[in-house]
């Protein structure tokens, strides 16, 4: 009888403070939210029977417009009592309606607040694949304690943090203030809540957006951002029939140059444009539902920088058929760069394409001596290519000759042929060292590839080098060593001498 007068008073109680009662409109249907909710719940001795109706009334009114099931929210409760004990687990009900009967038929354990060992228990046992939580979805802890603990909860609490868990710690009791805010996660002033058990009516909708924003799955994506504009996306909350959605944006800067659109409900993305290059806009989904109020979705998109072409082309290790191109800036926009080059004059172009984080590539497989046309194309994600040109010119060939070979043609004299060097080669240089005698420098024509020396003498070692000359430099010698002998069969040398 003096329960059930508690539960009568509480009623008027409720109606003077215009609290939620049956039959008024239901809070509004949250239908973007993906993750995992753990109550701990206080069913130990120290809460009474009407306290623990209220609190069971509580949850129930936090998670009344949730969706639930596997692709969206799920809930589980543990008792704090001598040991812990699983009311469900968190794949077990997966309707609104299954979880309020499951709340409603939760039955007080009585025993010891071992807080600790509740809390231990959910971090072995409930936040597991097993047990049909989610590794892809954020976890929240709602505790909900008079403030009595009889072991410690420090340790547990950390442990459980650390994996991700998000916690909110509501007091019905007194309780240790930096006891209860070191549990809760930071800040306290955000996750801690004292309130008298009669109240806790007025902390719902507080407590369940913070939850929202925890869990609230970051559906409103923007899509192909460019300089001018981006598509919007959103998973398919409307249809045609039950309603459409209104697309607000304007710049964070000047919320006055507010824009709407309009998209029928069976639409689950739209195309926003004519917008200002590297703005920061704010945008709001809002569904506007003739069945049932449904949560907007808010989101930030800054647009793209204007393209613009590099600012600075600079050629440098030129060879003969090759040379490197680099460029300058490389903006986070520019999807690749495509590198044109050809010869002047003419008309063959070859391209080469370039991730848009390098700010530089090697040319190669190029004529040498030979003046190039090099253009960088910066293209952007908006589509739009900028571009820049510059002129590079292969340096000359400076090939070596190959093949140096001597035979005798009479006494103290050899003949030393080779095959011609690569290139435009304009004459070659033949310089003969002997042992005994003077150093001698002899030049050749292009087309001549052998030449006599004379003045060799019998027995003795001759270093003799061969090197192409080209318009402004001259290409790497080849040198041999030779030892003359009287002799008249002809001999070839073909050992190498380091030059």
Same mark, same amino acid.
């Given at each position: 009888m003096i329960a059930r007068l508690a539960l009568w008073l509480h009623f008027l109680h409720q109606i003077a403070r215009g609290q939620h009662l049956p039959g008024a409109d239901p809070p509004p249907f949250i239908p973007d939210c993906e993750g995992d909710i753990l109550f701990l719940l206080d069913s130990s001795g120290s809460v009474s029977y009407y306290e623990f109706a209220n609190v069971k009334?509580?949850?129930?009114?936090?998670?009344?417009?949730?969706?639930?099931?596997?692709?969206?929210?799920?809930?589980?409760?543990?008792?704090?009592?001598?040991?812990?004990?699983?009311?469900?687990?968190?794949?077990?009900?997966?309707s609104s309606h299954a979880v309020q009967k499951a709340i409603q038929d939760t039955k007080q354990y009585m025993g010891d607040t071992n807080t600790g060992?509740?809390?231990?228990?959910?971090?072995e046992k409930l936040f597991t694949e097993q047990a049909g939580a989610r590794a892809s979805v954020p976890k929240v802890l709602v505790w909900v304690t008079d403030g009595? @603990?009889?072991?410690?909860?420090?340790? &547990?609490?950390?442990? /459980?943090?650390?994996?991700? *868990?998000?916690?909110?710690?509501?007091? %019905?009791?007194?309780?240790?203030?930096?006891?209860? @805010?070191?549990?809760?996660?930071?800040? &306290?002033?955000?996750? /801690?809540?004292?309130?008298? *058990?009669?109240?806790?009516?007025?902390? %719902?909708?507080?407590?369940?957006?913070?939850i929202i924003e925890v869990i609230r799955a970051k559906r409103l994506k923007a899509v192909d951002i460019t300089s001018s504009g981006f598509r919007l996306t959103w998973p398919q909350l409307l249809s045609a029939t039950t309603g459409h959605y209104i697309v607000e944006y304007a710049p964070v800067s000047d919320t006055s140059q507010k824009l709407r659109k309009s998209v029928p409900g069976d639409q689950t993305g739209v195309t926003v444009s004519n917008l200002a290059p590297e703005t920061t806009y704010e945008v709001t989904l809002i569904p506007e539902s003739n069945e049932h109020y449904v949560y907007s979705q808010t989101t930030r998109v800054t647009t793209l920088e204007e393209a613009s072409s590099p600012a600075q082309i600079l050629i440098s290790d030129s060879r003969a058929h090759s040379f490197q191109v680099s460029w300058s800036p490389t903006p986070d926009n520019v999807v690749a760069y495509h590198v044109l080059y050809g010869p002047l004059p003419g008309n063959s172009v070859e391209l080469l394409e370039v991730e848009g984080t390098q700010n530089s590539t090697m040319v190669e497989h190029l004529m040498p001596?030979?003046?190039?046309?090099?253009?960088?194309?910066a293209r952007y994600k908006s589509g739009k290519e900028k571009a820049l040109s510059a002129k590079a010119c292969t340096q000359e060939e400076h090939s070596?000759?190959?093949?140096?070979?001597?035979?005798?043609?009479?006494?103290?004299?050899?003949k030393a042929s080779?095959?011609?060097?690569?290139?435009?080669?304009?004459?070659?240089?033949?310089?003969?060292?002997?042992q005994a005698g003077s150093l001698s420098l002899l030049s050749v024509p292009a087309q001549v590839h052998n030449i006599v020396l004379t003045d060799l003498a019998a027995g003795t070692p001759n270093k003799i080098c061969v090197k192409p000359m080209y318009r402004n430099t001259a290409g790497r010698r080849l040198c041999r060593t030779v030892h003359t002998e009287a002799a008249t069969?002809?001999?070839?040398?073909?050992?190498?001498?380091p030059v």
């Open positions: 009334g509580f949850i129930g009114g936090l998670l009344q417009p949730f969706t639930f099931g596997p692709n969206d929210v799920q809930t589980s409760i543990i008792h704090i009592s001598t040991t812990p004990v699983l009311e469900f687990p968190f794949n077990q009900h997966a060992q509740a809390l231990s228990f959910a971090k009595i @603990s009889t072991d410690d909860i420090a340790e &547990p609490m950390k442990l /459980l943090k650390d994996m991700g *868990v998000t916690v909110f710690v509501v007091s %019905t009791g007194r309780g240790n203030y930096r006891e209860l @805010s070191a549990a809760a996660s930071e800040p &306290p002033e955000d996750h /801690l809540h004292f309130v008298d *058990v009669d109240d806790l009516p007025i902390i %719902t909708k507080s407590l369940r957006d913070s001596n030979t003046t190039y046309l090099v253009t960088v194309a070596k000759v190959r093949h140096l070979r001597f035979e005798d043609v009479g006494p103290n004299s050899l080779w095959e011609a060097a690569d290139g435009n080669v304009l004459g070659y240089q033949v310089r003969c060292r002997r069969s002809t001999k070839a040398y073909e050992i190498p001498q």
